[in-house]
């Protein structure tokens, strides 16, 4: 069984200080883990994925996140907060789709950034 | 990657009534999915439409409630029956990548019904 679980509902930055949004993972396999985000009355947009090979994986937008067996988190970190990085983050756990995996969301992480 | 077109982008509808909603993707795709993403909350799988085949329904989900067509490999629609204010969702189609299970989304349908 997967599951995957986003352990902040809102995290406030201010503009110019470091991101750590933090997710949680369960799977009896080895799977396909993904950060997606979600701008207000906007699609969700794929930031990054790990599917097995390099543990760090750079996304789009300064975004990147880790993949940490041992802790079976893959936090997701940037830098330096933008404006424009306001919005919703949904972790997901999944594996192929042909093999009948569920693809799992996280309950998102709300992200507020301050001037 | 695939660009997926949904209409209508929103639409206030009265209670009792139906609503179609389409997805049209750029490229032929096997498996589609439908998800509803309620206010404030993740998404939730709706179901996944195969083209040539019936959809398969999540827990929770019926296709009285939710009628699903897939004519051809790059159209799929989401019927939503008998509206109540608690069908008021966002509802996104989505097509995957098949070895790795990474999705594309459409912008969504925002329905509210009063």
């Known amino acids: 069984a997967q599951s995957v679980t986003q352990l902040d509902s809102h995290v406030s930055v201010s503009e110019g200080t470091p991101v750590l949004l933090r997710c949680n993972y369960s799977s009896s396999y080895s799977p396909s883990l993904f950060w997606y985000v979600q701008h207000p009355n906007k699609g969700l947009q794929l930031l990054l994925k790990y599917t097995s090979a390099a543990t760090l994986v750079k996304g789009i937008n300064g975004f990147e996140a880790e993949f940490k067996k041992s802790e079976t988190s893959f936090h997701l970190t940037k830098p330096s907060a933008h404006m424009s990085d306001a919005a919703e983050y949904f972790c997901v756990v999944t594996g192929p789709l042909t093999g009948g995996f569920k693809t799992i969301f996280g309950a998102g992480t709300r992200l507020f950034v301050k001037a | 990657s695939a660009v997926i077109s949904q209409k209508p982008s929103r639409d206030i509808c009265q209670r009792g009534t139906s609503l179609t909603i389409q997805c049209q993707v750029d490229?032929?795709?096997?498996?589609m999915f439908w998800y509803r993403q309620q206010p404030g909350q993740s998404l939730t799988l709706i179901a996944t439409?195969?083209?040539?085949?019936?959809?398969?329904?999540e827990s929770g989900f019926v296709i009285d409630k939710f009628p699903i067509s897939r004519p051809n490999l790059t159209f799929s629609t989401l019927t939503v029956s008998n509206m109540s204010p608690e069908d008021s969702s966002i509802y996104l189609c989505?097509?995957?990548?098949?070895?790795?299970?990474?999705?594309?989304f459409g912008e969504g349908s925002r329905l509210t019904v009063l």
């Open positions: 439409a195969n083209q040539g085949s019936e959809a398969t329904y």
């Open positions: 490229s032929q795709v096997t498996m």
């Open positions: 989505s097509v995957g990548r098949p070895n790795t299970g990474e999705l594309f």
